[in-house]
């Protein structure tokens, strides 16, 4: 799987995340077998941010060589320690279908 995460350390999103939410989707990245981890511009542009806002990630089902397998996901906001360790869970399981439907807030059909 290829995931996407925004790298703008000035980002509200970020900012209204849980401080330990970068470490913990890395952790689970590197847990799992051919996952990719990508830093990126804001996935929802810095300047949306609200109280509520938190990470937002882009999860890309692939196989071994990167090919997708699946529609990608758009998992967040991730506010609050829970969503941020139900996801890494997820992760770290291969993010399997179905997503945890509470964390999904969109689907990228290729």
């Known amino acids: 799987m290829t995931v996407?995460?925004?790298g703008v350390e000035a980002c509200p999103h970020a900012a209204a995340s849980p401080h330990d939410c970068d470490d913990e989707l890395r952790a689970a990245i590197r847990a799992t077998p051919h996952g990719v981890l990508v830093r990126s511009g804001c996935l929802q542009g810095c300047s949306t941010a609200t109280s509520s806002a938190g990470a937002t990630v882009l999860v890309q089902p692939c196989d071994v060589?990167?090919?997708p397998t699946g529609p990608a996901l758009v998992v967040g906001p991730l506010h609050e320690p829970a969503d941020v360790a139900e996801c890494c869970a997820w992760l770290r399981a291969g993010a399997p279908a179905p997503a945890?439907?509470?964390l999904v807030c969109g689907v990228l059909a290729g």
């Open 4 to 6: 996407v995460a925004c």
């Open 65 to 67: 060589h990167r090919r």
């Open 100 to 102: 945890p439907s509470h």
